[in-house]
């Protein structure tokens, strides 16, 4: 009774504090539990003073579920916690997130959860709490107005119900919610997103009751996880060479099916397979009639398996958000199938990893359902799509994979209390769905649970290796964003930029060309002694990287010279303005100068050709004695020293005393090199190649 007159006396005094004012204004979703327990006999049983009043509601729902009272399940969190969770700063949040995990674990085990309005408000209650759970924090929030959440509470307690989302693309998921909301989510969106959630299950449902590839799907078990082309106006359309062929598409779990339209059924299905290892390629396709390449709307697949590849096309009248859906849920299903087949998973743990693709896909269709935006980016939306972007993607799996074999699957939700983690498994939550799986075990209670993928009051390996993954992805986006701020339009501009990157270079090279025509005699005869000196000492290495340390020294003195100023821009002089007739003129001159050039490089490559196979004896006898002869001085001399003859036969070439004889070499080098004939060529059309091959055969 003391006890009880104490609470009494506590909650009395917060509503003539005001604390809880917001009450008198208006029924919120916490107002009921409020008035049970200023009335209720033992609601000293259920008040936590270290937690704020949200707070408290929460647990206090929690320990309904849980079937306990608040006072036991904070004795629970005290012995199972260590002492770092229970630390009196992080006390009030890592409790409410062992209440949470434990109630929702729990109440996901049953189905139909996701349609219960008490478990989506349940959901959202625990957001709004866990942005303020201590008793000193409650005024962050305000409880009159209309309440909403921030990225950091979606992200820690959506992911403890699979179906909601997950810890690898929560993030994102909450962006595509707050689009229209500045960054907070609502109660009102997030049910709306619930609902669809609730309808595509339903779709999934019966998808997998009907008879669509009923053969098919009872010896292999797979599931129906999409159709498309059942509309005729929205109809999907097979390229197979230059045959199109109007069909309907199927996607499952497994495989991708096309059935061609015949006049009044379906033809047999073509099975394009995702789980096999046949080196299959996926990757948005133009096409267009006669072969033309204009409508990027198709998907294209190929694989070993098949001697050309399917493409397959979304026909719509503006965009290629259709096509842009069913590129990312088919490459869902074959990334997924990838991980597995890289980390050798197999059992339940390949069917758990089959459930977080399922779940992601459905994730997907809720989104379409309810936005009307066609900026969603699906690929970000979806697991394995995302680890597949993402750098560090692959490191993201390989937790995964850890973290899939190193526990087991506990399919009785078992509490690991030296974890202290709490959560829920794909597998189960897609069971839950009623789509069973073929294979595993059948009967639940034999096999184990796998442990979610959150923990109490601390970052699970996967949520670090998620984190390093989006800062690393972050400082991706931030250099590609100066690359694209720098990118200048029009061949003249660009030209004028590299000319102005390329001075320092360009100016080092017209001194050392100075030096090499003897400009200035005194300093090439400088240069070259002190080169000879280098080389005949074999100190060219020490050379090159005493270089490498003193441009290290300029670029610390020149970091720390210039920190706290301002970035020290490029700046180049704008050509003059061309119209669109003189960038034409422009693009076709530097197209002729292209093509000139590799012209004069078949040339060469057909002289040398017809040297090599003496297709012209004469030339080829004196290209051979010389080969020879250069063979036997690389044979002979010393290397220190034939670098020594290299380097003064270059740099003396232009001197006084060798300009004369040295253009008479170059001029006979040139009448040698213009006297060789060049080896012929045949152009033959691909008809004339094959008629050739079966004369030969």
């Given amino acids: 009774m003391a006890l009880a007159s104490r609470t009494r006396r506590m909650l009395e005094a917060l509503v003539r504090e005001g604390s809880l004012n917001w009450l008198l204004s208006r029924r919120s979703s916490f107002s009921e539990e409020f008035e049970e327990l200023e009335s209720s006999p033992s609601a000293g049983n259920n008040w936590i003073p270290e937690l704020s009043p ?28 260590s002492d770092s969770i229970k630390h009196k700063s992080r006390y009030a949040r890592n409790f409410l997130e062992y209440c949470c995990f434990r109630a929702l674990a729990l109440s996901t085990q049953g189905m139909g959860h996701l349609a219960d309005k008490k478990f989506r408000r349940l959901t959202f ?26 990225i950091e509470a979606f992200s820690r307690i959506a992911p403890a119900v699979p179906i909601i989302a997950n810890v690898i693309i929560c993030e994102n998921l909450f962006e595509v919610l707050t689009i229209s909301t500045g960054g907070r989510l609502h109660f009102s969106i997030y049910e709306k997103y619930l609902n669809g959630l609730e309808r595509v299950i339903k779709k999934m449902k019966s998808q997998s009751e009907s008879s669509l590839l009923s053969a098919v799907r009872s010896t292999r078990g797979e599931k129906i996880l999409e159709v498309d082309g059942t509309v005729t106006t929205q109809p999907v359309l097979e390229h197979v060479g230059i045959s199109t062929w109007p069909g309907r598409l199927i996607l499952t779990d497994h495989a991708l099916y096309f059935e061609a339209l015949r006049v009044v059924s379906y033809d047999k299905p073509k099975r394009y397979d995702l789980s096999d290892d046949l080196k299959q390629t996926v990757k948005p396709e133009l096409t267009g009639p006669w072969g033309t390449r204009l409508f990027d709307k198709a998907v ?79 690929e970000s939306l979806l697991m394995f799509n995302l680890c597949d972007k993402l750098p560090g993607g692959d490191l993201i799996l390989e937790t995964l994979a850890n973290m899939s074999s190193s526990r087991g699957l506990d399919w009785g939700n078992n509490i690991l209390a ?77 030209l004028a930029v590299m000319k102005e990157l390329l001075l320092p270079v360009m100016e080092v090279g017209k001194w050392l060309l100075s030096l090499v025509y003897w400009d200035d005699p005194l300093k090439s005869l400088l240069f070259s002694l002190i080169s000879t000196f280098i080389i005949f000492r074999g100190w060219l290495g020490y050379t090159l990287a005493l270089t490498l340390v003193l441009i290290a020294i ?47 490089g078949n040339i060469v ?27 036997l001085i690389l044979a002979l001399v010393p290397s220190k020293f034939m670098l020594l003859v290299v380097f003064w036969e270059t740099f003396t070439r232009y001197s006084p005393l060798r300009k004369a004889s040295t253009e008479r070499w170059m001029r006979r080098l040139r009448e040698w090199w213009f006297s060789i004939p060049a080896a012929p060529v045949v152009l033959e059309t691909q008809k004339q190649k094959e008629k050739d091959a079966k004369k030969r055969k």
Wanted: negative net charge; contains cysteine.
């Fill in 54 to 81: 949200a707070a408290n509601i929460v647990v206090r729902r929690c320990s309904r579920i849980l079937e306990t009272s608040s006072s036991e399940l904070q004795e629970s969190f005290n012995t199972e916690a």
């Fill in 125 to 150: 209650d625990m957001m709004v709490a866990w942005e303020a759970p201590a008793a000193a924090s409650q005024s962050l929030i305000n409880l009159d107005d209309d309440l909403s959440i921030g």
């Fill in 300 to 378: 294209l697949y190929k694989s070993i398996s098949l001697s050309e590849p399917a493409i397959i096309e979304f026909p719509e009248l503006k965009g290629h958000t259709r096509r842009d859906y069913w590129l990312a849920v088919i490459r869902e299903i074959l990334y997924v199938h990838r991980f597995i087949n890289k980390f050798h998973i197999t059992g339940i743990e390949k069917d758990d990893a089959l459930s977080k693709a399922i779940l992601g896909i459905l994730r997907v269709q809720a989104i379409q359902e309810i936005s009307s935006s066609s900026t969603v980016c699906f």
């Fill in 418 to 494: 030296s974890g202290g983690m709490y959560s829920i498994s794909a597998l189960t939550t897609v069971l839950n769905l009623g789509v069973m799986f073929g294979s595993s075990s059948n009967n639940p209670s034999e096999a184990g649970l796998l442990v979610g993928e959150l923990a109490v009051g601390e970052m699970s390996s996967l949520e670090r290796a998620v984190k390093e993954s989006r800062e690393n992805y972050k400082k991706v986006v931030l250099a590609q964003e100066t690359v694209n701020g720098v990118k200048a339009d029009g061949i003249d501009t660009n």
């Fill in 554 to 600: 300029f670029m610390v003195v020149t970091r720390f010279c210039n920190q706290g100023r301002p970035l020290v821009e490029l700046k180049v002089m704008a050509p003059p303005s061309m119209n669109t007739m003189e960038q034409l003129l422009a693009v076709q001159n530097a197209i002729s100068q292209a093509e000139q050039l590799v012209q004069d």
């Fill in 605 to 631: 490559l057909l002289k040398f050709r017809a040297l090599l196979l003496s297709i012209f004896p004469q030339a080829s006898d004196r290209f051979a004695a010389l080969l020879v002869f250069m063979a």
